[in-house]
């Protein structure tokens, strides 16, 4: 399998894997809301004959330059753009936790270029901690991975100590330092992470808002066969997950064809960064029949 970064016109950069020879589909890996495109190498290696485009989303690591306006709409055809960029007409999008609501937004917005999702741990309006408002419950909901943002590192080696801290990464694999390392900005200190807090903040509110909402019009109206793979632990290896196992089954009883498959021995980073976790995803696209 073959690597290469692209840029396409507008600004959005990508990582793409090619396959040795004709790939059996293409994916569409979409990483979550202070992630990158590194987020999805485990999945590359599980999946080898299939083509991986995975962009790095407006305000994040390569693209992290790239201005507003931010949210769901957006990334949607920022993406839908870089794929028509690419002569790519037809996609099997994979989308983790803000990636999620991303693919279902495309699958509203850009019908044409599914017939099926694979949502990981991403793409249902995100539970509230009790007592707490969705325009208070950022730092909450996130912890580290936002607080983070805020943060300046001497080293590259002090960002990695960082993250060595996180809960999630009690196994620290070279997935994970690759992550890490990928996420870092600028050439000498300080050292800054790749995502712009106001992306992330702009985004959130897409996550959190009941009305005026597209991506909750997108996901009443999803038609297409969905797979949702719900992590059991959550963002700090908590158990019971970002989305309990109850509230995943009360949407899935709403939207037609949607499948909730509960994922053992993984939180919500590590359902993409370890093997397990790859490997539970690649099951889940080998088992959707993608035209490439």
């Not at 995975?54 to 055809?77: E, I």
């Not at 037809?90 to 693919?103: A, E, I, K, N, Q």
């Not at 109850?246 to 993984?266: E, I, K, M, Q």
């Amino acid at each position: 399998m073959s690597r290469r970064d692209v840029t396409v016109p507008g600004g959005l950069y990508c990582h793409v894997w090619e396959p040795s020879s004709d790939p059996v589909g293409t994916v569409l890996a979409v990483h979550g809301i202070t992630s990158s495109s590194r987020a999805w190498e485990p999945l590359a290696r599980h999946l080898p004959g299939w083509r991986i485009i995975a962009p790095d989303l407006r305000g994040r690591g390569r693209s992290n330059a790239l201005p507003g306006p931010h949210g769901m709409a957006q990334h949607a055809d920022d993406v839908a753009a870089a794929l028509e960029h690419l002569g790519i007409h037809h996609v099997l999008p994979v989308g983790h936790s803000m990636g999620g609501f991303v693919s279902v937004t495309l699958a509203h917005r850009h019908p044409q270029l599914m017939d099926r999702l694979v949502l990981v741990d991403g793409g249902l309006p995100l539970p509230m901690p009790e007592g707490l408002a969705p325009e208070d419950a950022l730092q909450a909901i996130l912890g580290p991975a936002a607080q983070r943002l805020s943060m300046s590192f001497d080293s590259p080696e002090e960002y990695v100590a960082f993250w060595r801290q996180h809960p999630a990464f009690a196994t620290w694999t070279p997935d994970v330092e690759r992550y890490v390392r990928y996420d870092l900005h600028g050439d000498e200190a300080p050292y800054r992470p790749s995502t712009s807090y106001d992306a992330m903040a702009g985004d959130y509110q897409d996550l959190v808002r009941t009305e005026g909402n597209t991506f909750l019009d997108a996901l009443q109206n999803l038609t297409v066969p969905t797979a949702f793979l719900r992590a059991e632990r959550g963002m700090m290896d908590e158990p019971g997950g970002l989305f309990p196992a109850d509230y995943a089954a009360r949407w899935a009883a709403r939207l037609p064809g949607f499948t909730v498959v509960d994922v053992p021995g993984v939180n919500h980073y590590t359902i993409t960064l370890s093997e397990r976790g790859a490997a539970v995803v690649a099951d889940a696209v080998l088992h959707q029949e993608v035209a490439p």
